[in-house]
């Protein structure tokens, strides 16, 4: 059960003063107005934040509801859970600042999305959580902007079309981002700047972040060997050298949760991984090599605190990120190519105008909001869920038709 539409909000945005919390609030008022056909309200901890937020967006916004919680005050948390039925949250990291609003939600049977890419936070937030998710009605689904909206939408995509085409599911499938053009915020640096430090001190946690399954339930734990490049790789299906694509290590976890929640649709032995391009000859081969070590610089000096403070001063800070022209001006290609085990292959293309990370993330992270608000019946059982196993086509039409990405079969063969 699910709360009723009475609820004096349909949606609200928790960390509406966020660089992509801008973003989102932005689009949701140029695409939904305020208090008309959808009831929403921006929140965070700071008044007059919050304020300046709503001046900056003009007089449209001049009727926009602002809720004032910290995310570390239960009461507050609670009494915006109670009035209404989908929060969406930008304040991360999660792992620093998530837990109070996650437990709010569950608590007050409150529908939930988020960015976080955290893959050690949801781990420990389905363990926590589930079970009174699930007798709450409250739907929780993460990972709902670049990582890993394109992802686990583009592989729900892919097998839908296999079956239509081959009658059965692709057993492998591999995803290369062709072209990713935006640049990272500094939330999303100091995300990942905590992943390197909490892993550095943990060995456990290590292994968990090493492990492919780690957010599966304890009952999907395939023995098969997952793909995972490690370093520059030539790719012989795209004629293109391969680079590790960082934000891999969330969206294939999420990928192998949505076919856990699917009922193993995609197969037991279902394998996944994901990789950058970085084109042909020597140019490909040198950007690989370099794409592979800098990464693993900027996730050693994050580690260590000698060199924690030096990467600070170089990444953008909380609150940065690119400009609105940056972010109009990017864009991302992914190629997606399965494999069913008796040989038959189909490729595919997901593309989305704007940058990945803010102008694309602000309008996925929306609809996710709004398809969870008006698209999933009140039957839809409560629990940890993923945006393709829960959202599936109805997420699929809003991103088509209003968040600017395409879906598409290039080649069966
Ligand atoms: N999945 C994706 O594709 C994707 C893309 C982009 C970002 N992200 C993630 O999204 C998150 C936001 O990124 P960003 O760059 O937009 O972050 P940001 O600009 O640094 O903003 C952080 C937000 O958290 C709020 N906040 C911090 N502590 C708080 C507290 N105690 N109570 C209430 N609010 C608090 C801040 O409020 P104030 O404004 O009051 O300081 C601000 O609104 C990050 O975790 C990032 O990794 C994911």
Same mark, same amino acid.
């Given at each position: 059960m699910t709360k009723s539409q009475e609820t004096t909000y349909d949606l609200v945005v928790f960390g509406a003063t966020s660089f992509v919390g801008q973003i989102l609030s932005r689009y949701l008022l140029d695409s939904y107005g305020t208090g008309q056909s959808v009831k929403w309200a921006i929140a965070g901890r700071s008044e007059s934040k919050l304020n300046t937020l709503k001046g900056e967006l003009g007089e449209k916004a001049k009727d926009l509801p602002v809720i004032l919680a910290d995310a570390s005050d239960a009461a507050a948390l609670n009494a915006m859970c109670e009035q209404t039925r989908v929060i969406i949250s930008t304040v991360g990291p999660y792992a620093l600042y998530g837990e109070p609003l996650v437990q709010a939600c569950v608590r007050?049977?409150?529908?939930?999305?988020?960015?976080?890419?955290e893959v050690q936070w949801i781990r420990k937030m389905v363990e926590r959580y589930e079970e009174e998710a699930k007798s709450s009605g409250a739907r929780i689904v993460h990972c709902c902007g670049f990582d890993s909206i394109p992802s686990d939408m583009g592989v729900w995509f892919l097998q $839908?079309? +296999?079956e239509a085409t081959f009658g059965k599911p692709c057993q492998d499938v591999r995803m290369r981002v062709k072209v990713a053009k935006g640049e990272f915020s500094g939330g999303t640096?100091?995300?990942?700047? $905590?992943? +390197?430090?909490?892993a550095?001190?943990?060995p456990k946690l290590r292994k968990e972040l090493a492990n492919p399954f780690s957010i599966c339930p304890p009952d999907h734990r395939s023995q098969t060997r997952q793909p995972n490049l490690k370093g520059a790789e030539f790719d012989k299906t795209f004629n293109a050298w391969l680079a590790p694509f960082v934000m891999g290590a969330i969206n294939t976890r999420v990928v192998h949760r949505s076919n856990a929640m699917q009922n193993a649709r995609y197969g037991k032995e279902f394998t996944y991984d994901e990789a950058m391009m970085t084109g042909r000859g020597t140019k490909g081969r040198l950007a690989a090599y370099a794409i592979t070590g800098g990464l693993a610089a900027f996730f050693t000096a994050s580690a260590i605190k000698p060199t924690r403070w030096l990467v600070g001063k170089?990444?953008?800070q909380p609150g940065e990120g690119p400009s609105p022209e940056a972010q109009k001006a990017g864009f991302y290609d992914l190629r997606f190519v399965g494999r069913t085990e008796d040989g038959k292959t189909i490729i595919t293309k997901v593309t989305g105008d704007q940058d990945p990370g803010y102008g694309s993330t602000g309008k996925m992270l929306g609809e996710a909001?709004?398809?969870?608000?008006?698209?999933?019946p009140a039957g839809q059982p409560g629990g940890f869920w993923t945006p393709s196993s829960l959202l599936d086509g109805k997420l699929m039409e809003r991103l088509t038709s209003k968040a600017g990405l395409t879906f598409e079969v290039l080649e069966t063969r």
């Open positions: 007050n049977g409150t529908d939930y999305c988020d960015l976080t890419g $839908n079309e +296999a640096v100091a995300s990942m700047m $905590n992943i +390197a430090k909490e550095a001190a943990d170089f990444v953008p909001g709004m398809c969870l608000a008006f698209d999933i």
